[in-house]
């Protein structure tokens, strides 16, 4: 340890960093701890600078992560309103730009909106978002553009813009979906259901939000989520429930009150809702990679192509929990060898690989 | 560990102004709760504190081409924040005569603002704000930046625009009076 200077004086006390991380953040420290006890005017000095520090603390105001989140979307809100405005002088540009689109209308009509009735998408282009609606049977797998993947159970609806902006991902769920974000700390993930908020910045999750049940319920696999009331209904209730793995919480619609679920194993009706994914850790321990694909092929219920030759003595041994499912497969494709890379097309994964070795 | 966060917002900073947008809002999400407490030594108006957040941060952004890449980013977001909310400070109080004067300082701490269990830790508490509201106005910014935010005398003289022989004369004084005044609060125990 760093020899410390004479402290003689309460201003030298309050400006030693590591005298701030005995006091503040409880570090451990026996050269503090002997100072206090050397001497009353030192036991004395500490004292008074114990309380130096709560009169700044008191001074500070408490913030929540969300309330600071807030004042960045107001100030890039407004950094877009000036966008706004530059485009609109443009007025004549507007013009030309419509009368394209009017005229080769059909041509983009058909271009955006394939005339194929087995596929589900749909374009909103009056807010601007994607809209994927799941009418079939099966859960349904989507990929959002910063690498998140999304399962969507039947009879649900998620909505999201192509590109995130600037400072959040926001998604809009309809029904139930199990979520695997991508970590990124400068971009927390939204999900919004119903009256509930849910916040992340990287985890995996389920929410099961349909209109027609009383209650919304989410449902942590990793990593931390934070959950609060929708500004719809109490603007100004900003408090914040957190959940960390393994546990869940049920908002009563009815009432407006969370219950948190502190084991989900604890609560049958919680657990019921559970499926594979949700219970499965994703470690593979010299594991045949055929079977870790069709593994994924069970969960996200959709089809992995490769040439069966050149993988079959394949074995790998790797944690894939709480990556999505993109990340997930680069880091399988990593760890079968230089040359092997895939594609996500659809509901189908092609593997190119000329094998392990 | 100070050095490696200086080294580290400079960074961000020349992001900034190279328009990646991810350095911007974490620049802003680190400084938004320490730029609006030290808002709090100049006016209780909250909007006001946030308002002028917003602006500098507004600035920054769509001047970021224009912004200095080699500055002290602390002292700079200090400096420019404290500007940007004495204007309004001044446009709301109607004073023809613009100037740091008519700024006032001070700590503005109430019982049930201390969240503290122990009541005679809370007493201390109120005791040595007391003592710090007293000091000169000049004196008090230069102790919350020294003591509260942890500003070295430079980069004070940097935020209050004076020089660096008057911050040591600042500091040197208000520590005078503050160590006489709490010897005096204690005789009275």
């Not at chain 1, 206090?36 to 913030?63: G, P, Q, W």
């Not at chain 1, 049977?137 to 690498?147: E, M, R, Y």
């Not at chain 1, 209109?211 to 603007?235: F, H, P, Q």
């Not at chain 2, 900073?13 to 030290?38: Q, R, V």
């Amino acid at each position: 340890m760093k020899k410390e200077k004479t402290i003689v004086n309460i201003e030298d006390l309050i400006q030693n960093e590591s005298f701030r991380n005995w006091i503040l953040n409880n570090e451990y420290n026996t050269y503090w701890e002997d100072f206090a006890i050397d001497s009353a005017k030192n036991a004395h000095l500490v004292e008074r600078a114990k309380t130096f520090f709560l009169t700044f603390n008191a001074f500070e105001e408490k913030f929540s992560d969300f309330e600071v989140e807030e004042q960045l979307y107001s100030l890039k809100s407004k950094l877009d309103v000036d966008f706004h405005k530059k485009r609109r002088s443009s007025f004549r540009l507007v013009l030309a730009t419509l009368a394209i689109v009017l005229i080769s209308g059909s041509f983009f009509f058909n271009k955006f909106y394939p005339a194929d009735n087995t596929s589900n998408y749909n374009t909103s282009p009056a807010e601007g978002l994607i809209e994927q609606i799941n009418n079939s049977n099966a859960p349904k797998l989507i990929t959002l553009s910063d690498g998140s993947s999304v399962l969507l159970q039947p009879k649900s609806k998620l909505s999201y813009s192509n590109e995130f902006d600037i400072v959040k991902r926001e998604v809009f769920l309809e029904g139930e979906a199990f979520f695997e974000v991508s970590k990124n700390q400068y971009k927390p993930f939204f999900v919004y259901s119903n009256e509930v908020v849910t916040h992340v910045y990287g985890t995996s999750f389920r929410v099961i939000a349909f209109d027609e049940l009383d209650e919304v319920k989410v449902i942590v696999k990793t990593g931390k989520v934070k959950l609060r009331k929708s500004n719809i209904i109490d603007k100004y209730d900003l408090n914040e429930i957190t959940l960390l793995p393994n546990q869940a919480a049920r908002f009563d619609r009815n009432e407006k009150l969370f219950d948190k679920v502190i084991q989900i194993e604890e609560d049958k009706q919680m657990e019921s809702d559970l499926t594979k994914i949700d219970k499965l850790n994703f470690v593979f321990v010299d594991t045949p990679i055929t079977q870790i694909f069709s593994t994924i092929e069970d969960l996200y219920h959709l089809r992995i192509e490769f040439t069966q030759d050149n993988l079959e003595n394949c074995f790998v041994t790797t944690s894939l929990s709480d990556v999505p499912l993109p990340e997930k497969l680069k880091i399988l494709c990593f760890s079968i060898g230089d040359n092997t890379t895939y594609e996500l097309v659809g509901n189908k994964i092609i593997i190119n690989s000329d094998g392990c070795k | 560990m100070d050095f490696n966060k200086n080294l580290v917002e400079l960074l961000f900073w020349k992001d900034i102004i190279s328009g990646d947008e991810a350095a911007f809002s974490s620049i802003f999400k680190s400084y938004y709760k320490p730029l609006f407490n030290f808002g709090k030594l100049y006016t209780s108006d909250k909007s006001i504190i946030n308002d002028s957040i917003q602006d500098l941060f507004m600035d920054f952004w769509e001047k970021r081409k224009n912004l200095n890449p080699d500055v002290d980013v602390k002292s700079y977001i200090f400096g420019g924040f404290r500007n940007k909310l004495f204007k309004k400070i001044n446009q709301r109080s109607f004073i023809k005569q613009f100037g740091d004067d008519n700024v006032k300082v001070g700590f503005e701490l109430s019982y049930e603002d201390i969240e503290i269990e122990k009541e005679s830790d809370k007493l201390k508490v109120l005791k040595l704000n007391k003592i710090l509201n007293q000091l000169p106005p000049k004196q008090k910014e230069v102790i919350y930046l020294k003591f509260f935010k942890g500003l070295d005398n430079e980069q004070i003289a940097e935020v209050l625009k004076i020089n660096y022989q008057s911050v040591k004369n600042h500091v040197y004084r208000s520590i005078l009076v503050l160590r006489e005044k709490s010897k005096k609060e204690d005789h009275k125990n």
